[in-house]
């Protein structure tokens, strides 16, 4: 089998769900099944590719030699761990995505949420599951990027909530979304927190952490 890029995945991944989307719209528009056919072919449009996309991503995976220092293409950072205590002081957009996660895990647990970290191969975009004391879960999907998220995370992390059984669902990132990622995530029901929103919430908790 042919060596897969992660990028050439993500751009097989992003075809298959468009081809998916627009002939489950074509086929319910054109006999009028109704909202409930919409949504529920686009859940099962995003879940299918998601498949797809994490069993080549698999594959590709295998096929590499272990590295254990990457650059990840979204921070222009070595993947490089810090220290527990340097994450309260660190540059947020300096960090690599892993010690992004961190962080945010730090901050849902001291906000009061018991914390699990899923992330990694097959995570269906689902990097953090937070769970208060009522048993209410919900799937956050952390992104240090300087790019704009787009459309495409937002329709995968609704397949993920499902998959973990999660009521609601965040995309955190230190970036910005895509007009077209911001239109879709309201009727989703899927929580979006931009660059801004995260640099306010992080420097108003270190804040209360250093008194």
């Known amino acids: 089998m042919a060596k897969w890029s992660k990028k050439d995945v993500n751009n097989l991944v ?28 686009l859940f099962g449009s995003v879940l299918i590719s998601t498949i797809i996309g994490n069993f080549l991503g698999d594959k590709t995976r295998k096929a590499k030699p272990p590295n254990k220092k990457q650059n990840n293409g979204k921070t222009g950072k070595l993947n490089e761990s810090v220290s527990d205590d340097a994450l309260l002081t660190s540059d947020i957009d300096t960090l690599s995505g892993t010690d992004f996660e961190r962080l945010m895990e730090s901050y849902y647990r001291d906000k009061g949420y018991k914390v699990e970290r899923v992330g990694g191969s097959g995570d269906h975009e689902v990097d953090l599951i937070l769970q208060d004391k009522k048993g209410y879960k919900i799937a956050v999907q952390c992104k240090r990027w300087k ?7 937002v329709l995968r992390l609704k397949a993920g909530k499902q998959v973990y059984g999660c009521y ?3 995309i955190v990132t230190t970036s910005h979304f895509t007009k077209a990622a ?30």
Not at 183 to 211: C, F, Y
């Open 14 to 41: 992003s075809l298959i769900n468009a081809i998916l989307i627009i002939g489950s719209f074509s086929i319910g528009f054109y006999f009028n099944l109704g909202m409930y056919y919409f949504f529920g072919s």
């Open 147 to 153: 790019k704009n998220v787009g459309n495409d995370i």
């Open 168 to 170: 609601d669902a965040w």
């Open 182 to 211: 911001i239109q879709i995530a309201e009727p989703l029901n899927i929580k979006l927190i931009n660059g801004a929103q995260v640099h306010d919430m992080i420097d108003r908790w270190r804040k209360e952490k250093s008194k």
